[in-house]
């Protein structure tokens, strides 16, 4: 087997290994760099798979995270369409799918996440599709073009984006989801229904506290052909010429457990503040990181955002050239629907017991905030973006407010940054 050495190899093609590639350059980093992906694709930006790029708005350089040509010029080389299929962790060694052994001094490991696929009685009709890459945005996009009716399957942002992007590609969106209004799960059943109306009145109709029960098809036996009808739980019979399941999706540690790193309670490669895994030199960032995060009170976090996989990338760098820096970034998410609206959360909260608005739903444009015995775990905002800043503030203090600063976060004229601390 042939082989070879580089002081950096960053295993996976997505955001967080190429944002770390980039701060590693950028912070002065001169050995050899390569970043392993099995992507046909090099990095790119996923969100733009549910968005621009999947109603032809975009061309598919658009999401590219660099132009095809800035890696070269970096001294960054990209192998694509090639997977890591084995890492020896202490032996600081990985073998790739073309053969080649490679010897490396540090290692960032970032390969992401899968869908969770719905195995009910007829999953494998035709025009039933899942969506994390480019790929399946072009089959998405391709499927729908003859089709009048889709179905959404999930109550989270996938399947509201592509509610939203779909009815505005002119097709009739039904959404069926476990959740008894969108959203809610992570936002909690006012937000949500915020979030549902505003998708019912755009015209996609929603189903909910419900669920999947089997797919059937138009061929002679229902099993076959293409997909014809969604049949839930509650005895619905939706009319579908597509289907897009949007299930969540399950952090990839087949690598990592394979190389016996150790895993955390939420599923994740378990990491230090430093993004720093259980082995020396080893470290992961993105979708698959379980970190401690000092914003949390060193609680143990994994989130699969758009910006966290950035800033991850960042701070492995960081860490990898020996700087010694805690990830300190309050996660920040962000989800589009289509020209309807765009939503930005920060936190996460993971439970919260009083829910203070600022503005208000009726009026399309609010803040809301968690709260936890008092101090503020998250904050979602819909048109008052400059409100994230104060929430970032009052996040990372993690103090409770009084009943007056409570007060002023509800009071749309009050000054926030008058508030504690
Ligand atoms: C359709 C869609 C829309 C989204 N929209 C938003 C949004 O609006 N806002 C937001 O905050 N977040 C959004 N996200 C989530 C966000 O894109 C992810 O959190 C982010 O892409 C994670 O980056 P990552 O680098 O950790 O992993 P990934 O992007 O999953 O990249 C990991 C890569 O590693 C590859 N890989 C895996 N194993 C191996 C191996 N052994 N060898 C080589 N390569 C390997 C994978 O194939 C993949 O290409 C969206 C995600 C999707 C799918």
Redesign the pocket.
């Known amino acids: 087997m042939a082989s070879r050495d580089v002081e950096y190899l960053l295993?996976?093609?997505?955001?967080?290994?190429?944002n770390c590639a980039r701060w590693l350059r950028e912070e002065g980093a001169d050995g050899e760099i390569l970043l392993?992906?099995?992507?046909p694709d090099p990095?790119y930006?996923?969100?733009?798979?549910?968005?621009g790029y999947?109603r032809g708005e975009e061309s598919r350089e658009e999401p590219l995270f660099r132009p095809n040509e800035w890696w070269a010029q970096q001294r960054i080389e990209l192998l694509t369409r090639?997977?890591?299929?084995a890492l020896d962790a202490d032996a600081r060694t990985a073998t790739l799918?073309n053969k080649q052994e490679v010897r490396f001094a540090q290692a960032l490991l970032?390969?992401?996440?899968n869908?969770r696929r719905l195995n009910v009685e007829g999953c494998q009709l035709e025009q039933i599709h899942y969506?994390?890459?480019l790929g399946?945005?072009d089959a998405i996009r391709e499927g729908v073009a003859q089709a009048e009716e889709v179905v959404l399957i999930g109550g989270s942002?996938?399947a509201c984006?592509l509610a939203a992007s779909l009815t505005l590609m002119g097709k009739r969106c039904t959404l069926l989801m476990q959740e008894a209004v969108t959203l809610e799960r992570g936002f909690g059943a006012r937000a949500g229904r915020f979030f549902q109306e505003l998708l019912e009145s755009h015209g996609v109709r929603v189903h909910g506290e419900d669920e999947l029960e089997r797919f059937e098809g138009d061929g002679a036996k229902s099993a076959e052909g293409r997909v014809a009808r969604v049949l839930s739980g509650r005895g619905l019979e939706l009319p579908a010429d597509a289907v897009v399941v949007g299930a969540g999706?399950s952090p990839?540690v087949?690598?990592a457990r394979r190389a016996g790193l150790a895993l955390g309670e939420r599923g994740g490669v378990r990491c230090s503040s430093r993004l720093q895994s259980s082995a020396p030199g080893v470290f992961a960032?993105?979708?698959?990181?379980e970190y401690d995060s000092p914003v949390h009170g060193g609680a143990p976090m994994r989130?699969?955002?758009?910006?966290?996989?950035f800033n991850?990338?960042r701070t492995a760098a960081l860490n990898m050239l020996g700087r010694d820096v805690p990830h300190e970034t309050v996660p920040?998410?962000?989800?589009?629907f289509g020209d309807w609206g765009e939503l930005e959360y920060v936190g996460p909260a993971r439970e919260w017991d009083e829910e203070i608005v600022r503005g208000s739903y009726e009026g399309g444009e609010f803040t809301t905030w968690y709260l936890k015995d008092g101090a503020v775990q998250a904050a979602l905002t819909f048109g008052r973006s400059d409100d994230l800043d104060h929430a970032r503030r009052l996040i990372v203090s993690g103090a409770a407010l009084s009943e007056h600063e409570r007060a002023a976060l509800g009071d749309a004229g009050s000054d926030l940054a008058s508030l504690a601390p």
């Open positions: 295993i996976g093609g997505g955001l967080a290994s190429a392993v992906g099995r992507e990095p930006n996923r969100p733009d798979c549910s968005k999947l090639t997977s890591v299929t799918s970032a390969t992401g996440a869908v969506l994390r890459t399946n945005a942002y996938i984006e999706v990839d087949q690598l960032a993105g979708d698959i990181c989130i699969e955002h758009w910006d966290v996989a991850h990338g920040y998410f962000f989800s589009v």
